[in-house]
């Protein structure tokens, strides 16, 4: 059973350019959870999706937008990247039917480096 | 506004030591408490949770946790520390109504043979 799988593992840009990133959940999982862990720091949470739908948002600008596909896969798109959106993506996912509960299951993430 | 704080950027411990991570947090409504692990370029792991119920919570690895509800803290440990425990741990808070995590900082925790 292949856990949550992220896509690239490692990402170089420069200042300005866009960047998608792609994960997919865990088998039978249909929330996605995308969070930005800088440097020495805890992950921050971007947003949440389920059923296609952005359901809840952190604190971050309109720069960061997603995608949920109907097979529950996501993508986390970053606009006019800043030297700042340096960080590791991490990618989560949770099961149907788990309200705050449950647990989220984390993906390797993806590193990203803007120059 | 939900948040947790992990006082100790580090803890060090020798083999076989007793462990203890420190996580106080704060949150409006009840709080969900979870406990990660992160090895070096890696993902997040899961080890264990609060939701209700007993104080203290078994997880994996040999750690457990315990829920102090008017300290509001939610300190990890483990009896007998290993080197391979070596890694950056992380405590994260989910409030009434919230699906997303509030991470703590970290605390790296260094186990020495």
């Known amino acids: 059973d292949a856990g949550v799988t992220q896509s690239p593992t490692h990402l170089i840009k420069t200042r300005g350019q866009q960047v998608t990133l792609r994960c997919s959940p865990k088998s039978g999982h249909d929330t996605v959870s995308w969070y930005q862990q800088a440097l020495g720091q805890g992950p921050q949470f971007i947003f949440q999706y389920y059923e296609e739908e952005e359901r809840q948002r952190g604190n971050f600008p309109d720069r960061f937008s997603g995608h949920q596909f109907p097979n529950y896969s996501s993508e986390l798109n970053v606009n006019a990247l800043l030297l700042g959106d340096s960080a590791l993506y991490l990618c989560?996912?949770?099961?149907?039917?788990?309200?705050?509960?449950?647990?989220?299951?984390f993906g390797p993430g993806t590193r990203l480096t803007v120059l | 506004a939900q948040s947790v704080a992990q006082p100790e950027d580090q803890v060090n411990v020798a083999e076989g030591n007793p462990l203890t991570v420190k996580c106080t947090y704060s949150?409006?409504?009840?709080?969900?408490l979870f406990w990660y692990v992160q090895y070096p370029n890696r993902g997040l792991q899961f080890l264990l949770k609060y939701i209700t119920g007993d104080n203290l919570v078994k997880g994996s690895y040999g750690f457990e946790a315990e829920f102090n509800k008017s300290q509001t803290s939610f300190h990890l440990k483990k009896p007998s520390a290993l080197v391979s425990d070596s890694a950056l741990y992380f405590c994260?808070?989910?409030?009434?109504?919230?699906?997303?995590?509030?991470f703590g900082s970290g605390t790296r925790l260094q186990v020495q043979p």
């Open positions: 989560a996912s949770s099961p149907p039917g788990s309200g705050r509960a449950n647990e989220q299951f």
């Open positions: 949150v409006s409504g009840n709080p969900y």
């Open positions: 994260a808070v989910k409030d009434t109504g919230r699906r997303a995590l509030t």
